[in-house]
């Protein structure tokens, strides 16, 4: 039998973990390979390891299962190594990536992976992931490295200019432009929109009618985007059935709507004249326009920060339910639902020579966004085989729109340049290039700030 040893680093988590594990032990052409769970919280993996040997039972999986302390151990033999690993404690420090930039006069719409709070968010995971990848070097220099920690293309680019080892980056985001662009034309493609609101908002109220509309979308539209994560822009958009060009319908549809819908994309989308499909509260943290103190622009657009209390509530809520899974007390059989967000599709289809189209994909450009850097981390749809990853060239990106996204990348390798090197020159340059940031001795406050509160996190600026 063909085994295939997946390594998954940061399993304990209780929504990455949970339902990664749920997708690929019930994958028949994954039976009898072996799963290495990987998490520092010895607590959360014995948890974990119960659910596993459960499933493995039950569901016939007939898989190795180790689980270990130290991605180290783990990783000789690996093909796959999956990771979504955080530096903790996760809300403390993301409230921090917001808070400090406050002191000095800069208030960022959301601070997880745009802005200077993008940047302290990479500074903190850059080691720890790029130290997964130079032991990846070692014990499994062919292996796939499949991330999903944000921020995505910042994490994805240290990888690729930083290591030998292969990097694909996987996020669902653009599920959002499908759930926008099916409640648009809900009625034209005979979409069920259930009762209660609709947004791509951070308040998981939202999430489940979102899911919902875009699962509907998916079986009767295609949609091409491109760009970076969590800055896309729908190039093309398709009737399934009929081959149809919807992009004039929806353009018409999307003006007769409730204006207070999606207000940043809809005024993004009027001046760019490209539809962005990451929803507004991700999309807020690539614009420079977003932090003005006197325009107040958050309010304008009704942009809401994250909500992390009730984060951490739910995580704990997450992990006592994969507990009772665990000990037989709670139904395991939402798990065949589960979604890895592609992670089981990419490894069945490299691994078995498959040919799986995916929606979005980030990965070194290649020619695939004709005027965007080479070798830049970009987000195109892509087709993963006994080839590898290889993303859709989909040409040019309208002439602002590209701009935008150039000076995205900027500020993204300077950030890892900087991280990487110890370099605070760099990395005061990433936070000048940073949306919000309209003055030069405001950016040094908040990198002084934001190097001295994550000094632990941080080595390479005080070796």
Not at 51 to 78: C, F, K, S, V, Y
């Amino acid at each position: 039998m063909l085994t295939t040893k997946i390594v998954v680093v940061g399993a304990g988590s209780a929504s990455f973990g949970l339902n990664t594990l749920g997708a690929l032990m019930r994958s028949a052409r994954l039976r009898g390979s072996h799963l290495a769970l990987v998490d520092q919280n010895t607590q959360t993996l014995g948890v974990i390891e119960r659910l596993a040997l459960r499933l493995n039972q039950e569901w016939d999986a007939q898989m190795r299962i180790t689980t270990h302390a130290h991605h180290q151990d783990a990783l000789p033999g690996a093909d796959f190594v999956v990771s979504a690993i955080e530096v903790p404690p996760r809300e403390q420090l993301w409230r921090q990536d917001f808070q400090i930039p406050l002191k000095f006069g800069l208030r960022q719409p959301y601070a997880e992976n745009g802005g200077p709070g993008g940047w302290a968010h990479a500074a903190r995971n850059l080691g720890p992931v790029l130290q997964i990848a130079h032991d990846m070097e070692t014990a499994c220099p062919d292996a796939w490295f499949i991330n999903f920690t944000n921020p995505m293309m910042r994490i994805c680019d240290a990888v690729a200019r930083y290591s030998t080892i292969k990097v694909v980056g996987l996020c669902h985001q653009i599920q959002a432009g499908y759930g926008m662009v099916g409640y648009c034309l809900a009625e034209e493609l005979d979409i069920r929109v259930p009762p209660g609101e609709i947004a791509t908002h951070a308040d998981p109220r939202f999430w489940p009618n979102l899911k919902k509309v875009a699962k509907q979308a998916m079986e009767k539209i295609d949609i091409k985007a491109a760009g970076l994560n969590h800055f896309t822009w729908m190039l093309d958009v398709r009737d399934k059935a009929s081959g149809a060009d919807l992009y004039p319908l929806f353009r018409e549809r999307w003006d007769l709507m409730d204006p207070s819908f999606e207000p940043l994309t809809r005024k993004v989308f009027a001046d760019f004249g490209v539809f962005p499909i990451p929803g507004d509260e991700h999309l807020c943290e690539y614009l420079p326009w977003m932090s003005d103190a006197a325009a107040r622009p958050w309010e304008k657009f009704d942009l809401s920060l994250y909500d992390w209390e009730a984060a951490e509530v739910r995580r704990g809520e997450g992990h006592a339910e994969i507990e009772r899974m665990g000990r037989g007390i709670a139904p395991v059989a939402p798990l065949l639902e589960a979604d890895s967000e592609g992670a089981l599709e990419v490894i069945e289809n490299l691994s078995r020579a498959g040919n799986h189209y995916h929606l979005a994909v980030n990965i070194p450009n290649e020619g695939y966004i004709l005027n965007l850097p080479q070798k830049a981390i970009v987000e195109v749809p892509a087709v993963f085989s006994g080839l590898g990853a290889r993303g859709m060239g989909v040409g040019a990106l309208p002439v602002a729109v590209a701009e935008l996204c150039r000076r995205e990348i900027v500020v993204v390798q300077l950030g890892v340049d900087a991280v990487v090197q110890g370099d605070r020159q760099k990395a005061l340059q990433s936070l000048l290039f940073s949306p919000g940031i309209t003055d030069l001795h405001q950016a040094e406050q908040i990198l002084d700030a934001y190097l001295t509160e994550y000094r632990p996190y941080l080595p390479t600026f005080w070796e």
